[in-house]
Each structure stands twice: as structure tokens, then as C-alpha cells.
């Protein structure tokens, strides 16, 4: 099985959602705060689509690349999983780098909050996501879904209705 | 917010630019002022009506994840336009097909859900009985019955039992509706009103169930009390008997007691009796008005209507199929 840099971001979120999402069992069609992020993506840049390129590598998809200036930019909508989306970008740049495309950066753009964040790759990252990726492995082998994760960020999380119901 | 649309007039749906255009046509096939309706407020439709259609429209319904539901004259559901399943995953349809075949696990959830159906079946008759309602008897009959379920081992026996609650329980709507006699359960077709009333609100609520099941990864044919193949999709027959109570029952009494279907909203012919179309927009005004209620959810701690409980009812048992989380049926808590 290919690991998305889906499953870099939920891997840092909750690993419940990694592996509920990884079984197919999605709920990002009834959120509304997907489909604003999904919008914030389609309009945020519109001059974009010109420049830049659409990249799939290995099961990675990165969605705004920059091959001349060789930068990934990533949309995001708000900075609350800052760290999911600082794993994420590292990720996309761990592939280029395993493609053969050494020195690319990143950066995060939030449009709505009117703000920036550059992102490179480590040596360090580079040894975290060796054990990200075997960590990730195994735990979409495991046969048990895992725990709750009971965080206040559960609350505006597409998967709430389903973690949280009960009777 | 999404909502279902109710089209009882013959005319023609067709797509408009990206949207939808219905154009009333009349009986001499003279056409009257089209309207639109946009088609991000559509979750699905249901037709009634003579409905003229091409295959651009089921295109862009598709597209827009719409379902439309068909109904013919007597109101029978006779099939639907499904968008294609969006929704799958090959774990859930495994365990969901393990859970049909191992006889246990099946008739852990077989049970759960006459449980679920009789407990709210008796909380329909015990509010009636605080009103002046003498169903203390019926009551105490069906509660003899639900103490049974749990000592069954084969469906078919469940079934037995499934069959006794519901005949009890009929037997109470002479009691609680006035105006109106019962008498006895009649079907295809059904002899009388309130036989009437039953079997469109039944075919409303196993549609709602079957449309909230498509929104899940569920396989709606695989089902556990009803055997699969029952119809197409068994899966929303098992859903439907917790929720039939909750929300086709109370919808029959209300339009009943409060008198907002008349004797005159009916026709009974040989064919038995159906409702008219000045009946049928009544009741479902009162269904879709039950749908969109909202109560605050215990365990979610917010307010969610009917209509969504449907779906909470697809996630646990989600739940239950991969081994999160036992199922507990929904028994109305208020």
C-alpha cells in the first residue's frame, strides 16, 4: 500500500482517523468544513493553474508545483494542525528528494489568515520520516481501529458524528 | 442545508445552464411557467408524478450526487435513480458480509433491532396511554413479548416474535385514533385509511433509510432481521423498524387526531383504498416536517434532526461491523 501524504497528516492529527480513512471509511463528503477548505483551494489562487503544475509521484500528489523555482506550495485554511501540515509538506519534499529532485522547498500558504510558512527538509526529518512511515505500517495493520482521541479539535473533526454516537 | 424535493406535479425536469428547471405540463400537454431549483439545496427527490426526463438531467443529478425516488400510482416504491456508490470500502463489505453468515453475530444485531423497534413502539403507547388512552393491557402484552427476544436462536423465530409486537401494537390504533377504523393489518392493497397511511409511511421511512445508508459505506443489501433479498435493499427494512414507530406512527396520528386528513382525502374502490394527492401532500408536509425536528443528541451533545438520526443509526452500526463499538438501537430517551 502506497503512503499518501494523507496519511503523513492524519498520522500527526489521529490515528484513529489515519485508520479509519485508510479503510475507505470516509466522511469528508458530509463536512462542511471540508468542503470550505475544498473551496478556499479551488479560489484562493487563481492565477495560478498557469504556472504551476499538478505533480503525482510514487502515490503522491502534490497539488501546486513550482518545477522552475522548485517549490511546493500547499493551501491550507487554517493553521490548528500546524504540525500535520508542517509532516505533510516534509513528506512531499522526502519524495522529490527520493525522485531525484534534491533542494526543493516548501511553503504553507493560509489565505485566510493573510499568511506564510516555509518549509525544509532536515537531516532530522529525514530520520523522522523513516520511523513515520514504519509507525504508519503498522498501524494500518492492525486489525482494531484505534482509540478516541477525546481532543477538543474532535468537535469540528467530519468523523465527530461517527467516533462520538452512541445510543 | 440540503432537503429532499416532493415533485407530485407531471412536468419536465431538465438540466438549465447548472441547474434544474421544472416545467409544469397539464393534462392537453399545454406547458405552464417553469421554475428553477437550484441544485446545491437538493439532497434527493422524490416523484410522485408523471416526470419527463433526459439523460443530461440524470447526468448532472448523478454528478450532484442526487438520488430520485420513484412511486407509481399507488403509491408503491418501484425503484430509484441512484449517482454511482462513491462510498466504497472492501473492509466494511467484508465484515459486514461476516457478520450475516456467522448465525451469532447475526442474531446479536437481528435482535437489536426488534428490541430497538418494540421499545419505541411502547413508548409510542405509553404516551397515549398518560392521555386518556386505555392501552395499559396491549402495553403489558407487548412487553411479554420483548422479554422473549433475547432467548431466540434462529431469525425466523425473531421473526415470530417481530410479528406478534407489531399485531399488538396495531391493535392499539383503534384505540389512539379517533375518527378512523382499523380494524386489522391489511396490504397489497391496503382495505381501509389507516391501513393506508401505514403502508405510504412505511415506503417513506424505508426510502429515508435507504437514501441515509447510500451517504455510508454500508452495502444496503446485506441486512441482518429481514433476509437478504427480501427486496433490494433489506438493509433499509432493518433500519426502518426503529425508526417506523419514531417517525411514521406519530406522523399517522397527528394528520389523524389533529384532522388534517379528512375521509375525503381518500378513495376506495375495488383496488382497495389509496390516498388522493391532496392526502399525500398532507402527509408528506407532516413526514418531512417530523424528518427536519431536532433534538439535543446525549452522547453528541448538540441538536440533530430525525432525519440525521437515520444516519447516526448507519454509523453505529458501522461501528458494530468493524468491531469498535457494540450497537445499541436507538430507543427514543424522552
Known sequence: MHITATHINLYHVCHRELWLHAHEIRMENTSDTVSEGKLIHETAYPQRAERYREVVLGGVKIDFYDPKA???????????????????????????EQNGIAGATGIIEYPTLRKTETVELTPADRAAIVIWLGEISR??????????????ICKQCSYF??????? | MKKSYYLFNPGRLSRKDNTLQFTPVDEQGKEGPCRYIPVETVSDLYVFGNLDANSAMYNFLGKNGISAHFFDYYEHYT?????????????????????????????????????????NMLKNLRYYNNREKDLAQIISQIEGYATQISATSEVAELMGIEGNIRQTYYAAFDTIVSGFTMVNRSKRPPLNEVNVLISFGNMMCYSVCMDMIYHTQLNPTISFL????????????????????????????????????????????????????????????AFEERLKETIKHRTL????????????????LSKHILNIEEYKPFKIWW
Open chain 2, 226 to 285: 429481514h433476509e437478504p433479498g427480501t427486496r433490494r435493499y433489506s438493509l433499509a427494512l432493518d433500519l426502518a423498524e426503529i425508526f417506523k414507530p419514531v417517525l411514521v406512527d406519530r406522523t399517522i396520528f397527528r394528520v389523524l387526531n389533529k384532522k388534517e386528513i379528512q375521509p375525503n382525502d381518500f378513495m376506495t374502490d375495488i383496488n382497495g383504498c389509496v390516498l388522493k394527492e391532496s392526502g399525500k401532500k398532507v402527509f408528506v408536509k
Open chain 1, 70 to 96: 522548485k517549490v511546493v506550495h500547499e493551501i491550507k485554511k487554517s493553521d490548528k494542525v500546524e504540525a500535520a501540515h508542517l509532516a505533510q509538506v516534509k513528506y512531499y519534499l522526502y519524495v522529490l
Open chain 1, 139 to 152: 498501524l494500518l495493520a492492525q486489525a482494531q481501529c484505534p482509540p478516541l482521541l477525546n481532543k477538543p
Open chain 2, 79 to 119: 425503484g430509484s435513480f441512484f449517482a454511482k456508490d462513491y462510498l466504497l470500502a472492501g473492509k466494511m463489505q467484508v465484515e459486514q458480509t461476516r457478520h450475516y453468515t456467522l448465525r451469532n453475530k447475526r442474531m446479536v444485531l437481528a435482535q437489536k433491532f426488534v428490541e430497538g423497534a418494540a421499545f
Open chain 2, 301 to 316: 451533545s448538540k441538536s440533530v434532526s430525525y432525519k440525521h438520526l437515520v444516519k447516526l443509526e448507519c454509523y453505529k
Open chain 1, 161 to 167: 458524528d461517527f467516533c462520538y454516537v452512541e445510543e
